[in-house]
């Protein structure tokens, strides 16, 4: 993808157990829209992740190891159907909250959301994503909204 090299930092909560993750991606704005993309590594599995943040919604594909597309829109539930190594597993996405707002050259967002399992809650998950370019420092100050 074309675009800036961005610093991503994605700052993720799930029932409690905080994830932190810094990475190296591409970033594009286009028609309204922030358009990330970079590859996840973990472990030993690679997953190329697509991000298209909008004003009101985000969009999400997972490709390579991990497989799925994701659609985080508070005034609609999504069935995602996830793919991984493991198996695969249909989930309903409900999105609580998101926001997408830019601050000079960073984009931040923060989205919170449910996922169902066969009608059961199986997770309550907050995810906070900062994009700033690689020169700046992307401290935890810069993950609050």
């Given at each position: 993808?074309?675009?800036?090299?961005?610093?991503?930092?994605?700052?993720?909560?799930?029932?409690?157990?905080?994830?932190?993750?810094?990475?190296?991606?591409?970033?594009?704005?286009?028609?309204?829209?922030?358009?990330?993309?970079?590859?996840?590594?973990?472990?030993?599995?690679h997953?190329?992740?697509?991000?298209?943040?909008?004003?009101d919604?985000?969009?999400?594909?997972?490709?390579?190891?991990?497989?799925?597309?994701?659609?985080?829109d508070?005034?609609?539930?999504?069935?995602?159907?996830?793919?991984?190594?493991?198996?695969?597993?249909?989930?309903?996405?409900?999105?609580?909250?998101y926001?997408?707002?830019?601050?000079?050259?960073?984009v931040?967002?923060?989205?919170?959301?449910?996922?169902?399992?066969?009608?059961?809650?199986?997770?309550?998950?907050?995810?906070?994503?900062?994009?700033?370019?690689?020169d700046?420092?992307?401290?935890?100050?810069?993950l609050?909204?």
């Amino acid at each position: 993808m074309a675009g800036k090299e961005m610093t991503v930092t994605l700052h993720m909560t799930q029932d409690g157990e905080e994830i932190r993750q810094t990475v190296t991606g591409r970033y594009i704005e286009k028609d309204g829209e922030h358009i990330l993309s970079y590859t996840d590594h973990t472990g030993n599995m690679h997953t190329r992740v697509i991000m298209r943040m909008g004003p009101d919604r985000m969009r999400m594909k997972r490709i390579g190891a991990l497989r799925s597309e994701w659609l985080f829109d508070p005034s609609e539930p999504y069935l995602v159907d996830y793919r991984s190594p493991y198996g695969d597993m249909l989930l309903e996405v409900r999105t609580k909250l998101y926001r997408c707002r830019r601050d000079g050259t960073r984009v931040r967002v923060h989205l919170e959301y449910e996922l169902y399992q066969e009608k059961t809650r199986a997770a309550v998950n907050v995810m906070r994503i900062t994009l700033a370019p690689p020169d700046e420092k992307n401290d935890q100050k810069t993950l609050d909204f």
